[in-house]
């Protein structure tokens, strides 16, 4: 029998030359894909709140709408305020009407100048309660503060919100931001 040793296998193994296959390469770019697991998040977020409290009686909005700045979204149930807007114009009319009626009389003598400065005073003070009857009125319908897109949490009709109460969710989705995770092996492919 042949037997050889390690040592005699092996020295024959390097005199003797292996045999190799050869092939023309020629550069080209390649298209690498990278995988990323994230989540999107609008720009800014904006709550849109009501300044006074009441039931909602119209949301005029719905998910997923675009909204414009000052557009109408909530309308909340002006209750008692009509009520209390037409007292505060009625006292008005009266207090204008006493006020002219003693001016015309302090000009003849017939009553004193600080009677005409309490009907003055009594004017004013009914104008502020009439332009606060208004302001409340006004507060029951609430507009987009931001351009955005409407999003949940959202007052439904029915809802009885409390003043600062939450309406609506507007995003603000330009731009959009992309957050995810990236090995630092790859963030080189990234830009």
């Known amino acids: 029998p042949n037997t050889l040793t390690i040592q005699e296998r092996e020295a024959q193994r390097t005199t003797q030359a292996f045999r190799v296959r050869v092939t ?86 017939f009553t004193s100048k600080s009677r005409v400065r309490q009907l003055k005073a009594a004017l004013d003070a009914a104008k502020a309660q009439l332009a606060t009857a208004q302001q409340e009125i006004e507060r029951t319908e609430v507009r987009a503060t931001a351009a955005g897109t409407v999003q949940a949490p959202f007052a439904e009709v029915g809802d009885n919100v409390a003043p600062n109460g939450v309406c609506v969710t507007l995003l603000d989705t330009d731009p959009m931001l992309f957050t995810g995770q990236v090995s630092e092996q790859d963030i080189g492919k990234i830009k």
């Open 24 to 109: 023309d390469i020629q550069p080209s770019e390649r298209l690498s894909h990278l995988d990323i697991r994230g989540r999107t998040k609008a720009n800014a977020s904006v709550t849109v709140r009501a300044e006074t409290g009441g039931t909602v009686e119209q949301r005029l909005v719905e998910k997923g709408q675009t909204v414009k700045a000052g557009e109408l979204l909530c309308v909340i149930d002006k209750g008692v305020r009509g009520t209390s807007l037409a007292q505060a114009q009625a006292a008005v009319v009266q207090a204008e009407a006493d006020y002219e009626a003693n001016a015309d009389r302090l000009e003849r003598g």
